[in-house]
């Protein structure tokens, strides 16, 4: 081999283990920092593991927010009109499109009692906006499987905004 | 009938693009036809300035029966986010893109006597080969013009009550300027590609429009960010969220670009690499445009449901990023450049600025992007959240910073290393003083006091030099830009690593005559008075602040819009160069209580302040005497040449 060409193979080798070691970095780390999604009937079934970060998400069941009245906690049930419902405990501000009836996403932990500690939780922007995760669960306790424009909620215009997420407020 | 008529104008530009496509690829070797190129480019400017104002007219005059009107607006509107809201959704802002690129066209056709014709011609039929994509996209996909007839609704359904704001009157061109604009170098490296010529001066070309692009860019996700701070109401200023991280990538790349390009110019080196990056940037830019408007973001699924947009951008994207890197695999071989450095030179250190850019644009790329494939191929869904991009960019951006403050005193080639004294003293002083800041704020957070310690090192050698420059007399206009670019990069980064760190963040119950303390403030909540608004009504807080001396009185809102219904929190900010004092109503409670979340955020502003200064540093770098001799020593024996 020529010189020439022995320097573009140690070269080329160099640059495949530095990419090989950042793509092996990218897998560790976000693996590390992935948040599972689990609808009502997985938290239920307790599919859903105990004690990690995770996400889950339903609809907030009418009269079960309950305030607290010394602090900002407060508990609520989600359900997915299917039969499947848990508790979930938060203590902060909501946002501010939380509401009986509305579909909501939280973050945080299961204990084991099977209640939802949560460290955040998510609402839509919209009125016509659905949180992606719960685009497939049942929005209605009557038949009405999914949102009118589904596909492309009105969110569109909050889409064309770099900065407005993907149209979460917290 | 003016809908119509916006609509018969779009057609027109279409058609136009066609013919600039065909002239200005076809064209080179046919003077008689560069001209028509640059009269087509004009057209393509001016029928998609009269299809946006025909699309304006529609929102001005409350014209309910065009589907996008009746979508996006209401009569309760004011004026101006009448107006606005012309490019509030997805439609109408897909008209300001092309009305952008329109006008970027034109700038270039503008100017393009500076250059040799037939490489302005190609460049010109390339951007026209692009707005044809963009033309089609709008007209087949998302035309803006289409009808309710005979359903006409008496009743807009309302702007989305956030898109309501200064910000978003702003934000979206400065974005879209930006995105668009990086289409000029793309064509540039094409044309280039395609002429077999990339030299330092096509490089020299190349810099002023990256610059621009780059800079607009920058404004543009400065004031995304900032716009989400004071608009969103619970007091971040970047969530790591992909429709954030689609106007991320194309940065970086830019950025990268931005280097590159400086040491092809300077050293004629580092030429496919450059290509390679002009290529990406814009590629990133498509990426963007893509993630964004297919749905895609919103679930996989209802993107296979109705796949029309996202199928259309993403074989577009295919179309462009295929044909350039195909166009570049078989020319970009012809360009290898003998020119050697070592270690310590200002081409080395270019490399690792490119290095750690091209590594951050990975990391985005692969947050943004697993969610979505993770879904495509097992069906659940998982969320990357913010720790995956810190674990990366505290490290990175530390070694940036790093590796910047090094460069005022580098060569091209090579450098003696007696210069290095002083940039070993600068550290010194930045040592000590950051570590004065450790034990100031914080003493466990050495991450801190390391990234203000870095910054100070940079500052501390770009001041120098720039001070020993000044006693000569030679501070050429491009090298104020890098230096006060890179002063923003280690103000913004100062920003970063102080508020995020050393912010007070409390939510707690308040009721009315109650106080809190808030980072030595005193915060008394005087209770909620009802407003009135244009198309709103609102319980407005009233918060007394008393800061030592200072009293003042802050009042946030909690608005409930007449139209749609919506809830919106408009937070309250007293605003300053070192610290602000935010508080939003969170929700009413039992009584009269409120919910209520008080923020201090010290050097929040310095996040955008610095990528306002790294922008004006792009700016002022274009108003080089070099590239202002270069414009007008091309355009004299090209007059002549076009007289004869």
């Not at chain 2, 560069?34 to 001016?46: I, K």
């Not at chain 2, 915060?523 to 909620?528: A, H, Q, S, V």
Request: net charge neutral; proline share 5%; hydrophobic share 50%.
């Amino acid at each position: 081999m020529n010189p020439k060409r022995k320097q573009r193979l140690y070269l080329t080798v160099f640059l495949l283990l530095v990419a090989g070691g950042i793509t092996a970095l990218l897998i560790q780390i976000s693996g590390e920092n992935m948040n599972m999604f689990y609808p009502p009937a997985d938290v239920v079934s307790g599919k859903a593991p105990v004690g990690q970060t995770l996400r889950a998400g339903g609809m907030v069941q009418e009269n079960s927010v309950q305030r607290s009245t010394t602090d900002l906690g407060v508990t609520f049930v989600l359900t997915d009109h299917q039969g499947a419902e848990f508790s979930v405990q938060y203590t902060g501000i909501l946002p501010d499109l939380f509401r009986e009836g509305q579909g909501i996403l939280v973050e945080g932990q299961l204990t084991p009692q099977g209640i939802f500690q949560a460290t955040e939780v998510l609402a839509k922007h919209d009125e016509n906006y659905m949180p992606p995760e719960l685009m497939d669960l049942q929005t209605q306790p009557s038949a009405n499987p999914t949102p009118s424009g589904s596909a492309y909620p009105s969110a569109t215009g909050m889409q064309s905004d770099p900065s407005l997420g993907s149209a979460y407020d917290s | 009938m003016i809908p119509e008529l916006g609509n018969f104008a779009l057609a027109l530009a279409g058609a136009l693009a066609v013919g600039g496509a065909v002239l200005g690829l076809y064209g080179p070797r046919q003077p008689v036809l560069q001209h028509g190129v640059l009269s087509m480019v004009f057209g393509q400017w001016g029928f998609s300035l009269i299809a946006f104002v025909a699309l304006v007219y529609a929102f001005a005059v409350d014209d309910f029966s065009v589907a996008y009107v009746a979508n996006q607006s209401n009569t309760l509107l004011p004026w101006y986010y009448k107006i606005s809201a012309t490019w509030g959704g997805h439609e109408g802002s897909f008209l300001l893109w092309i009305l952008i690129m329109g006008t970027w066209m034109v700038a270039f056709s503008l100017r393009s006597s500076q250059f040799p014709p037939h490489f302005a011609t190609r460049v010109m039929g390339t951007l026209s080969l692009l707005n044809l994509g963009f033309i089609c996209f709008a007209l087949f996909t998302s035309n803006p013009f289409l009808r309710l007839i005979p359903l006409t609704p008496a009743e807009g359904a309302d702007l989305n009550p956030l898109l309501q704001d200064f910000g978003l009157i702003v934000h979206p061109p400065l974005l879209y300027a930006g995105y668009v604009g990086l289409a000029v170098p793309f064509a540039m490296a094409v044309a280039a590609l395609l002429e077999g010529r990339i030299d330092a001066t096509w490089a020299r070309w190349c810099r002023t429009w990256t610059n621009m692009a780059w800079a607009f860019l920058t404004c543009g996700i400065a004031l995304g960010s900032w716009w989400a701070y004071y608009e969103l109401g619970w007091g971040g200023w970047w969530f790591w969220d992909p429709v954030e991280n689609a106007s991320f990538m194309p940065w970086l790349a830019a950025t990268a670009l931005v280097h590159s390009l400086s040491v092809t110019e300077n050293r004629g080196t580092f030429k496919s690499w450059t290509v390679l990056l002009a290529i990406t940037a814009f590629s990133f830019s498509l990426l963007g445009a893509f993630i964004v408007r297919s749905g895609v973001l919103t679930s996989v699924h209802s993107f296979a449901v109705d796949p029309e947009r996202g199928m259309y951008i993403l074989i577009f994207l295919a179309l462009v990023v295929g044909g350039s890197l195909a166009l570049y695999a078989a020319r970009a071989g012809q360009n290898t450049a003998k020119v050697g450095y070592e270690l310590l030179s200002r081409e080395f250190f270019m490399l690792i600025n490119n290095v750690i850019l091209v590594v951050s644009l990975a990391v985005v790329l692969w947050g943004t992007l697993a969610p979505i494939g993770y879904e495509a191929l097992s069906g659940g869904r998982i969320s990357i959240g913010t720790p995956f991009f810190n674990a990366f960019f505290v490290p990175l951006g530390l070694l940036l910073l790093g590796a910047l403050a090094w460069l005022p005193v580098l060569n091209w080639k090579r450098t003696r290393v007696e210069v290095f004294t002083s940039v070993y003293q600068a550290l010194g002083i930045a040592g000590v003083l950051g570590g004065l800041v450790w034990f100031a704020l914080d003493p466990a957070s050495l991450l801190v006091a390391g990234a203000v310690a870095l910054a100070l090192w940079v500052l501390l050698t770009h001041g120098r030099q720039l001070w020993l420059r000044w006693r000569k007399g030679s501070v050429p206009a491009a090298y104020l830009g890098m230096t006060l670019a890179h002063v923003g990069f280690a103000l913004g980064t100062v920003g970063i690593a102080i508020t995020s760190t050393q912010s007070v963040e409390s939510d707690v119950r308040m009721t009315p005559q109650s106080s809190m303390e808030l980072a030595g403030k005193q915060l008394i909540f005087n209770g909620i008075v009802e407003v009135q608004g244009p198309n709103y009504a609102a319980k407005q807080g009233l918060f007394e602040v008393i800061d030592g001396e200072r009293r003042y009185t802050l009042r946030p809102e909690k608005r409930q819009y007449f139209a749609g219904g919506n809830t919106m929190t408009e937070a309250a900010i007293a605003p300053g160069l070192f610290a602000d004092t935010y508080v939003s109503l969170g929700e009413p409670l039992e009584g009269d209580a409120w919910a209520v979340r008080a923020h201090y955020k010290p050097l929040v502003r310095w996040v955008w302040l610095g990528a306002l200064l790294m922008a004006f540093g792009g700016v002022l770098a274009v108003f080089d005497k070099r590239y202002v001799r270069q414009r007008r020593r091309l355009q004299a024996p090209n007059a002549e040449s076009v007289t004869a």
